[in-house]
């Protein structure tokens, strides 16, 4: 059921409006080996224009440092002989920088993916480029309160509409986050 949200739009019911109209935007995610940010082994990037997805990128990264915790691989799946092979993180990046270029990054948790990239940017002697961060986890926190039972990837992204059949795949994850910022932000 609709509402008049008092702009003359109408809004699903229980959905705030929203902030902002973010049509333009570079959903991201990381997945690490290990406890260390600078362990990303796969990142997973959906390109939004014009509120419409555009493009998708998933890569395979070598970690570093270069070991897998049993933690993490019990949560993605991935071991060392997944990612023995994959590309340092710069050679990923310079695929990946052109394409989101001049685009803000939203992430799910972002303060995570954020961290993850500037310590990674670190780690190889990287200038930084000032990516702005959006966060689909704040933004769902403030729209949706304590309607859902929780903030988790998964819940948010079946509220917006979205089935997320492969929780903590790095793209599955940038897709998800790139439905639920295009409700929420």
């Given at each position: 059921?609709n509402?008049?949200?008092?702009?003359?739009?109408?809004?699903?019911?229980?959905?705030?409006?929203?902030?902002?109209?973010?049509?333009?935007?570079?959903?991201?995610?990381?997945?690490?080996?290990?406890?260390?940010?600078?362990?990303?082994?796969s990142?997973?990037?959906?390109i939004?224009?014009?509120?419409?997805?555009?493009?998708?990128?998933?890569?395979?990264?070598?970690?570093?440092?270069?070991?897998?915790?049993?933690?993490?691989?019990?949560?993605?799946?991935?071991t060392?002989?997944d990612?023995?092979?994959?590309?340092?993180?710069?050679?990923?990046?310079?695929?990946?920088?052109?394409?989101?270029?001049?685009?803000?990054?939203?992430?799910?948790?972002?303060?995570?993916?954020?961290?993850?990239?500037r310590?990674?940017?670190?780690?190889?002697?990287?200038?930084?480029?000032?990516?702005?961060?959006?966060?689909?986890?704040?933004?769902?926190?403030?729209?949706?309160?304590?309607?859902?039972?929780?903030?988790?990837?998964?819940?948010?992204?079946?509220?917006?509409?979205?089935?997320?059949?492969?929780?903590?795949?790095?793209?599955?994850?940038?897709?998800?986050?790139?439905?639920?910022?295009?409700?929420?932000?």
């Amino acid at each position: 059921m609709n509402r008049e949200n008092g702009t003359g739009q109408t809004k699903p019911q229980g959905v705030s409006v929203r902030k902002r109209d973010m049509k333009d935007f570079a959903a991201i995610d990381f997945e690490t080996a290990n406890s260390r940010r600078t362990s990303v082994c796969s990142v997973g990037v959906v390109i939004v224009r014009g509120g419409e997805i555009a493009g998708s990128i998933y890569r395979l990264i070598r970690p570093r440092p270069n070991f897998y915790s049993r933690f993490t691989t019990e949560i993605h799946g991935m071991t060392y002989e997944d990612t023995a092979d994959a590309p340092d993180f710069p050679e990923v990046w310079a695929g990946i920088a052109p394409r989101i270029e001049g685009l803000p990054l939203v992430a799910h948790n972002s303060p995570f993916d954020e961290g993850c990239l500037r310590a990674v940017f670190q780690l190889y002697g990287m200038p930084y480029p000032e990516y702005r961060f959006f966060c689909t986890l704040r933004a769902s926190r403030r729209v949706f309160g304590r309607e859902l039972p929780d903030h988790r990837l998964h819940t948010v992204s079946a509220r917006c509409g979205f089935d997320l059949q492969s929780h903590h795949h790095a793209l599955a994850d940038a897709e998800a986050c790139a439905v639920i910022a295009l409700k929420l932000l």
